[in-house]
């Protein structure tokens, strides 16, 4: 019941095949003459990590973790998503991305680091894997339970409207949080030495490709893309920055460079 109550909540880790788990000596060791990292997921299948998305993930691995005293270790999931989320192994939290979000944005290293900041933020503030998925189990349960029991005792609209008002309690519950996460992860960034652009370049390719790829939901997983944004250029201005071409990155249909290893 746990399982699919979770399939429900989340609906975007129901769309996830298979994940690879990188540890501490591949990000050390272990790339090929090319540069490209193999690896071998959970599913024993195997999958490469391009020399560039390799290269990128080690360095914001390590400019950002020194910052705080709190780990971060990678996941790449094989998903149907372009997405970014935190899932949990044997009590460790991964910040994890999809291949699809990696082919698409890996090349980018300010879009990897924002990405992957605000991910290691919600770590830090306590907001786990383990803490969401226990939130989002705990709100369907009380959607489902409220809203039936208004239906059968009351009517169906009383329902509906129970439910739009759980609803609204859990997109101002998400939003504090946020707000918490969101100054976090960008001060981290400007930190270790990168620019908010990447905020404003994943926030353009969604736009650009929302009307042709159900795929590019980044923010069925990422709530308040929008605040990023406008913190993103809060910064930019106030240290009289710019961000140069955020249309660098504007087509999903990229050639795929990590990812399954085809035999």
Request: glycine letters at 8%; proline letters at 2%; aromatic letters at 8%.
């Amino acid at each position: 019941m746990v399982v699919t109550l979770t399939g429900c909540a989340h609906l975007y880790k129901t769309q996830i095949h298979d994940v690879v788990y990188l540890t501490d000596d591949q990000f050390d060791k272990n790339s090929d003459l090319n540069g490209d990292l193999q690896v071998i997921s959970v599913g024993g299948k195997e999958y490469v990590l391009n020399a560039g998305h390799y290269k990128n993930l080690k360095a914001i691995r390590s400019k950002v973790i020194p910052l705080t005293d709190k780990r971060m270790q990678f996941a790449l999931v094989d998903s149907d998503l372009h997405t970014v989320l935190l899932l949990s192994r044997n009590g460790t939290n991964y910040v994890a991305m999809s291949f699809n979000f990696l082919n698409l944005f890996g090349d980018d290293e300010d879009s990897l680091a924002a990405a992957m900041s605000h991910q290691y933020a919600h770590i830090v503030i306590g907001d786990d894997a383990d803490v969401q998925d226990s939130r989002e189990i705990n709100y369907f349960l009380t959607k489902e339970i409220v809203s039936t029991g208004v239906s059968l005792f009351a009517t169906a609209a009383g329902g509906y409207g129970a439910g739009a008002a759980i609803d609204q309690a859990k997109r101002i519950q998400d939003g504090k949080i946020e707000d918490q996460v969101n100054p976090m992860a960008i001060d981290w960034l400007t930190k270790a030495g990168y620019t908010p652009c990447g905020y404003l370049k994943m926030k353009n390719v969604m736009e650009k490709n929302s009307a042709v790829s159900s795929a590019l939901t980044y923010l069925f997983t990422h709530p308040g893309i929008d605040d990023r944004v406008k913190l993103s250029n809060d910064y930019l201005k106030a240290n009289n920055k710019q961000c140069g071409d955020i249309e660098s990155i504007a087509n999903s249909n990229l050639v795929k460079k990590s990812g399954f290893i085809q035999r």
